[in-house]
Nanobody, 115 residues
């Protein structure tokens, strides 16, 4: 059974930081491209960042320069370090594991940026 379990979300003030984690089980983690997406109320789900099996990363424009994705294959975990958070970063953040054959999603963790 595949599970992706996100953690680390919460309420933070503008300018603050959070580190999200996604622990994977039931997959051969090291071969998957791991990604973080987010979905705000009334908006479409959007890609935030991904990291490939050979640790190449891509961060989309809204997060570039502020968010960093990383992975620890020994712990089957992918991280998203989020700095300089803005109110517009408020969303549910979802973890994704993607291979050539499969595409798995976590349940998400809420991030709220507000003073």
């Amino acid at each position: 059974q595949v599970q992706l379990v996100e953690s680390g979300g919460g309420l933070v003030q503008p300018g603050g930081s959070l580190r999200l984690s996604c622990a994977a089980s039931g997959i051969i983690f090291r071969i998957y491209r791991m990604g973080w997406y987010r979905q705000a109320p009334g908006k479409q789900r959007e890609l935030v960042a991904y990291i490939t099996s050979d640790e190449r990363t891509n961060t989309t424009d809204p997060a570039k320069g502020r968010f960093t994705i990383s992975r620890d294959n020994a712990k089957n975990t992918v991280y998203l370090q989020m700095n300089s958070l803005k109110p517009e970063d408020t969303a549910v953040y979802l973890c994704n594991a993607r291979s050539t054959k499969f595409d798995f999603w976590g349940q998400g963790t809420q991030v709220t940026v507000s003073s």
